[in-house]
Antibody, heavy 121, light 110 residues
Framework: EVQLVESGGGLVQPGRSLRLSCAAS????????MHWVRQAPGKGLEWVSG????????GYADSVKGRFTISRDNAKNSLYLQMNSLRAEDTALYYC??????????????WGQGTLLTVSS | QSVLTQPPSASGTPGQRVTVSCSGG????????VNWYQQLPGTAPKLLIY???QRPSGVPDRFSGSKSGTSASLAISGLQSEDEADYYC???????????FGGGTKLTVL
């Protein structure tokens, strides 16, 4: 059974940094691209970032480019999102999602339960 | 506003057939496949339809998807109370070099 468990969310002041983590199990982690998708309270889904199986390709939404960095550790079956210069508009539930293939194509076939980030002074 | 356009709400009575539309452009739906996600209240999204019209294992055949040009639609037949959820369309966007979603359609079963 595929499991994705996010952690690292919390309350942080504007301008500060935070790192989210996603622990994956139930599938061969290093065979698949991985993504972060967020959902602001009461709003829709927004793709944030994705990374290919070997970290060779990474992509970011314009709203986070230059502030967020995605990474993965295939030895630890883990996905990360380093978030710097946080803004109030980054407040959201952050989902870790498994890509359907090896590279940054396709769709998101499994989702975690999310970790909540609140950016506020 | 979202890159893909969905109606904010839809409704139907048990047993009815309802459809949800999703409109995009040449860089997203027009050149990539469409996927649909179901988000039940208080839960994470779940893949419902992929590659325009394919159902993952475990998804009832009451759910179907189609695509034509730069638009797509999700159809739910034999509507059930447990289908009450938010439905999102999504696709890769080649101009943005990322993924885009519709704003979501809240389906109410009357």
């Amino acid at each position: 059974e595929v499991q994705l468990v996010e952690s690292g969310g919390g309350l942080v002041q504007p301008g500060r940094s935070l790192r989210l983590s996603c622990a994956a199990s139930g599938f061969k982690f290093d065979d698949y691209a991985m993504h972060w998708v967020r959902q602001a309270p009461g709003k829709g889904l927004e793709w944030v970032s994705g990374i290919s199986w070997n970290s060779g390709s990474k992509g970011y939404a314009d709203s986070v480019k230059g502030r967020f960095t995605i990474s993965r550790d295939n030895a630890k079956n883990s996905l990360y999102l380093q978030m710097n210069s946080l803004r109030a508009e980054d407040t959201a539930l952050y989902y870790c999602a498994k890509g359907s293939g090896t590279y940054l194509r396709g769709y998101f076939d499994y989702w975690g339960q999310g970790t909540l980030l609140t950016v506020s002074s | 506003q979202s890159v893909l356009t969905q109606p904010p709400s839809a409704s139907g009575t048990p047993g009815q057939r309802v459809t949800v539309s999703c409109s995009g452009g040449s860089s997203n739906i027009g050149s990539n496949t469409v996927n649909w996600y179901q988000q039940l209240p208080g839960t994470a999204p779940k893949l419902l339809i992929y590659s325009n019209n394919q159902r993952p294992s475990g998804v009832p055949d009451r759910f179907s998807g189609s695509k034509s040009g730069t638009s797509a639609s999700l159809a739910i037949s034999g509507l059930q109370s447990e289908d009450e959820a938010d439905y999102y369309c999504g696709a890769r966007d080649d101009s943005l070099n990322g993924w885009v979603f519709g704003g979501g359609t809240k389906l109410t079963v009357l």
